[in-house]
């Protein structure tokens, strides 16, 4: 018989191991070694079987384990080292409150909204980067001290488990997840004495007068609360409670139902939580790609019922505190829905101008905030840059792809001016990196530096011998764990034991071990390394310099074709000849990838440029002193400085797919010979490959610093954080006069601009024959339309001129008024020549006001007509 339902029974504590409750609901567990080992001493075998679970270890141990664990003075001392060393880490100020003690303008809370987040993997709720990075931004936010809340939704069967079948092809598995039984808590409502109330409800209003109801959970990330909003209680129709099935999965309907969750009810599930805790509403909220959009709208609404503001003055608001990233260097990996299926959602049928979902908007005011080129499209990515001040992109290649990507929306700009920038993505050391170069850090920079993921350079300091005993020492273990999945992938796969003598010998310790395991959409080129299967199998199989190969990753459910490249590197790992050296290991996850990162030598990442947005597998493989082989894209583009590494060279400009791959195959296949496998194999006297070892010491000093999530976070809150918050506060005071201020001067530019124009540009006082620095002077004659020049700035710009008369290599200098006539205001500047060669010179005008972040935030500009 199959149970009707699935919930978990906690297990009751005696009083003397009480400390373990909060421990095990905390996850900062999951990155914090002593605690995780207080986990596994109560059980060693059951905490292998629960997979490092600690809910499930309190509630699958025996009581009398427990009873005598409450008299074992080793693991009280233990345990009580835990719970002061956690109590610690929550009330001591940090590197943000620091920060604000020295006055610096920071922001006072921060909302952080991801569809996934990738903590650990205990908590499903991931499918790949944009999970993993969101989960790395809430612990490194965390060990900074940030006031950040993280908003996202709880997926009852997560993502998927993946298994292969007897050929090969990825099958799929859904296991049901009781909250009860994760490290999760229900946020309730105050009581006023301290006790808990009933469970909070979030309430969003469907089509039909329908209401989807979510309750919330919390998932404590340290010092970062994590809120997840859950669809399946009784109080929703069977579909409603749907809504939180599984992440990613599901027709546009259901999609767009997880969306409108996730924003709205998102905002609301915030202000319940800051409500119940006594804090205050955050400052700024933080949109993890455009998954989560609507939440500028709800946003929106609430100033304009609660404040009266018009919908104009409500957004300006809305926009000075928002920070919205793209994740997304193509323009189909945005979720895009039909402006039919926005007006089903939002209300406002034809004659019906008011949404009823939010009460205040107009539905065609949503609408053009997610208007494309394409008439009847809805875009999010275009949403989320329309209700946002600030803008950017996760690498610098990625800032600028994001630059040319979105540039429509602001006609007549370069794409080097579009206000989108860029913070590249970093990740977690503490989860990342193995506990033999924890401690080692811990040794050179105290454990309050490293707490922070400061001072990860000094790894260089370590002597070779000691690096490469600790390389050798995690390949070691990545091959014992690469032998017990193999054998229990084959078991799955149909195989009996006795045919399964040969996954003993899997792989070898000594032998160089290059990974490669990501997500698996075409983009990834999973497959490139099997071009020339032949070549492949002769560095597989070579006597004296052989090469080993771990894969891994998932393909989306419904992707046949990225199914069927996994299936081909299976059927190719399956051959007798070469099946020691080179698997592909279902169920890729968190678990697997920390195995991956700390115990290969190099790590693989051949991406067709430039769509890999950043692609922080490398990075954690770099904190563990593996070396990258990669095309330069995403951030391996900008850290790449040719000692810690090797760039593959791009067949850019070739058409033809097929060619290109050959191209960049054949690249890959001569480095791993001619480089990387000659300077892993050549050993000094003492077996030492000094050249590879001053490759890893030269990769944890260049880029342990560069690749933490902590560097991240400060880039955030530096950069984005704290000029969002500031903008906000200017906007509020006085009956947020400011945004009144800013929304009427929108209206009376956008309304004056069709007349601005530059009419005329003049130059006087250059010589004949110019050299570079003469000086330039140039005349405009500037058209308002009804503005003052204050309202305005008129900018000279030079650069070199190319074959179409376009301006590259620009210099923007300001031009001052200084007076007018017939022709209009008159602009004047004069400017040293910045470049050689040919060069030219041309005007343009822009808004400008104090309170933008940009002048190029409206996507207005004025320019002499060629």
């Given amino acids: 018989m199959k149970a009707l339902?699935?919930?978990?029974?906690?297990?009751?504590?005696?009083?003397?191991?009480?400390?373990?409750?909060?421990?095990?609901?905390?996850?900062?567990?999951?990155?914090?070694?002593?605690?995780?080992?207080?986990?596994?001493?109560?059980?060693?075998?059951?905490?292998?079987?629960?997979?490092?679970?600690?809910?499930?270890?309190?509630?699958?141990?025996?009581?009398?384990?427990?009873?005598?664990?409450?008299?074992?003075?080793?693991?009280?001392?233990?345990?009580?080292?835990a719970a002061a060393d956690l109590d610690d880490y929550l009330t001591r100020p940090r590197w943000y409150q620091n920060q604000l003690d020295r006055g610096a303008p920071l922001a006072t809370g921060i909302a952080y909204f991801s569809m996934e987040f990738g903590v650990?993997?205990?908590?499903?709720?991931?499918?790949?980067?944009?999970?993993?990075?969101?989960?790395?931004?809430?612990?490194?936010?965390?060990?900074?001290?940030?006031?950040?809340?993280?908003?996202?939704?709880?997926?009852?069967?997560?993502?998927?488990?993946?298994?292969?079948?007897?050929?090969?092809?990825?099958?799929?598995?859904?296991?049901a997840h009781d909250p009860q039984g994760l490290p999760l808590r229900l946020l309730t409502e105050s009581t006023g004495d301290g006790g808990p109330g009933a469970p909070v409800l979030v309430h969003v209003a469907m089509p039909g007068g329908r209401i989807l109801r979510a309750r919330v959970w919390i998932a404590q990330v340290g010092r970062v609360p994590l809120l997840l909003l859950d669809s399946d209680i009784a109080e929703n129709d069977p579909d409603l409670r749907a809504v939180t099935d599984r992440l990613y999965g599901g027709d546009q309907d259901h999609r767009i139902k997880q969306e409108i969750l996730a924003g709205i009810g998102g905002v609301r599930a915030v202000r319940a939580y800051t409500r119940a805790h006594g804090l205050a509403d955050p400052e700024v909220f933080h949109t993890n790609e455009g998954h989560a959009g609507f939440l500028g709208?709800?946003?929106?609404?609430?100033?304009?019922?609660?404040?009266?503001?018009?919908?104009?003055?409500?957004?300006?608001?809305?926009?000075?505190?928002?920070?919205?990233?793209?994740?997304?260097?193509?323009?189909?990996?945005?979720?895009?829905?039909?402006?039919?299926?926005?007006?089903?959602?939002f209300g406002g049928n034809e004659g019906e101008h008011e949404s009823t979902l939010l009460p205040g908007l107009a539905v065609d005011r949503i609408l053009a905030l997610g208007a494309e080129n394409e008439p009847g499209v809805f875009n999010m990515a275009h949403m989320g840059l329309s209700l946002s001040q600030r803008a950017n992109g996760v690498s610098k290649l990625h800032g600028e792809v994001s630059r040319a990507m979105f540039q429509s929306l602001w006609p007549g700009f370069d794409a080097a001016d579009v206000p989108i920038g860029s913070v590249t993505n970093g990740v977690h050391a503490p989860t990342w990196a193995a506990r033999e170069w924890m401690d080692l850090a811990r040794r050179l920079v105290g454990p309050e530096l490293l707490e922070e993921a400061r001072g990860w350079e000094r790894l260089r300091e370590v002597d070779p011998t000691e690096l490469w005993a600790t390389r050798n020492t995690l390949r070691g273990r990545l091959v014992t764990e690469v032998r017990r999945r193999i054998r229990a992938s084959w078991l799955e796969?149909?195989?009996?034991?006795?045919?399964?003598?040969?996954?003993?010998?899997?792989?070898?310790?000594?032998?160089?071990?290059?990974?490669?395991?990501?997500?698996?959409?075409?983009?990834?080129?999973?497959?490139?390394?099997?071009?020339?299967?032949?070549?492949?199998?002769?560095?597989?199989?070579?006597?004296?310099?052989?090469?080993?190969?771990?894969?891994?990753?998932?393909?989306?459910?419904?992707?046949?074709?990225?199914?069927?490249?996994?299936?081909?590197?299976?059927?190719?790992?399956?051959?007798?000849?070469?099946?020691?050296?080179?698997?592909?290991l279902p169920d890729y996850d968190m678990s697997m990838a920390q195995y991956l990162y700390w115990g290969c030598d190099v790590w693989l990442n051949n991406p067709l440029r430039p769509l890999e947005a950043c692609g922080t597998s490398g990075m954690k493989s770099a904190l563990n002193g593996g070396l990258n082989l990669s095309i330069r894209d995403g951030w391996w583009d900008e850290m790449f400085d040719g000692d810690n590494g090797w760039a593959i060279p791009t067949a850019d400009g070739v058409a033809d797919e097929a060619r290109r791959d050959d191209l960049e195959a054949t690249a890959l296949y001569e480095l791993l010979e001619r480089s990387v496998l000659p300077r892993f194999y050549d050993r000094d006297d003492t077996g030492l490959p000094t050249r590879w070892v001053e490759m890893v010491r030269h990769t944890l000093e260049s880029l342990g610093p560069k690749v933490l999530a902590s560097r991240m976070v400060r880039d955030y809150s530096v950069e984005y954080y704290a000029p969002a918050a500031a903008a906000a506060r200017g906007l509020l005071p006085d009956d947020f006069s400011g945004a009144r201020e800013l929304a009427e001067y929108r209206r009376r530019v956008e309304a004056a601009w069709p007349a601005v124009q530059v009419m005329e540009v003049d130059s006087a006082g250059l010589p004949d024959t110019p050299?570079?620095?003469?000086?330039?002077?140039?005349?405009?004659?500037?058209?308002?339309?009804?503005?003052?020049?204050?309202?305005?700035?008129?900018?000279?710009?030079?650069?070199?001129?190319?074959?179409?008369?376009?301006?590259?290599?620009?210099?923007?200098?300001?031009?001052?008024?200084?007076?007018?006539?017939?022709?209009?205001?008159?602009?004047?500047?004069?400017?040293?020549?910045?470049?050689?060669?040919?060069v030219g010179y041309t005007v343009r005008v822009l808004p400008h006001h104090g309170l933008l972040a940009n002048d190029a935030e409206f996507g207005l500009v004025a320019a002499p007509y060629v």
């Fill in 297 to 345: 709208l709800e946003r929106i609404r609430e100033l304009i019922t609660s404040t009266g503001l018009d919908f104009d003055t409500a957004l300006a608001a809305v926009r000075a505190g928002t920070v919205f990233t793209t994740h997304t260097p193509v323009p189909a990996g945005i979720d895009r829905f039909p402006d039919d299926l926005i007006r089903r959602y």
């Fill in 5 to 81: 339902r699935r919930f978990t029974v906690r297990a009751h504590l005696p009083e003397r191991l009480a400390a373990l409750e909060p421990l095990s609901t905390n996850l900062r567990w999951s990155w914090h070694s002593p605690t995780h080992d207080l986990f596994a001493a109560i059980d060693p075998e059951l905490w292998t079987q629960v997979r490092h679970d600690p809910v499930r270890i309190l509630g699958e141990v025996d009581p009398g384990r427990l009873d005598d664990l409450a008299v074992d003075p080793v693991f009280l001392a233990d345990l009580d080292r």
């Fill in 493 to 584: 796969r149909g195989a009996t034991e006795a045919e399964l003598g040969w996954t003993a010998e899997v792989f070898d310790p000594s032998v160089l071990t290059v990974g490669f395991a990501r997500r698996v959409p075409t983009y990834k080129r999973l497959t490139l390394m099997l071009r020339d299967p032949e070549r492949l199998k002769a560095l597989l199989l070579d006597e004296t310099r052989p090469v080993q190969l771990v894969v891994a990753g998932k393909s989306h459910p419904a992707d046949d074709g990225g199914k069927a490249l996994i299936q081909q590197v299976v059927r190719f790992a399956d051959q007798h000849d070469v099946r020691h050296r080179i698997v592909f």
């Fill in 120 to 175: 650990t993997e205990v908590l499903p709720n991931y499918s790949g980067g944009l999970g993993i990075l969101a989960g790395d931004h809430l612990k490194a936010a965390s060990d900074l001290g940030l006031p950040l809340i993280g908003v996202g939704l709880l997926y009852r069967s997560g993502y998927f488990r993946q298994s292969l079948t007897e050929d090969g092809w990825q099958a799929e598995h859904y296991p």
């Fill in 771 to 838: 050299e570079i620095g003469a000086a330039l002077s140039l005349r405009a004659f500037v058209q308002l339309g009804g503005l003052t020049p204050e309202d305005v700035v008129v900018q000279a710009v030079l650069g070199r001129v190319g074959p179409n008369e376009d301006l590259t290599d620009v210099t923007a200098v300001s031009m001052a008024h200084s007076g007018s006539d017939g022709l209009g205001e008159i602009f004047t500047a004069t400017t040293p020549l910045p470049v050689s060669g040919s």
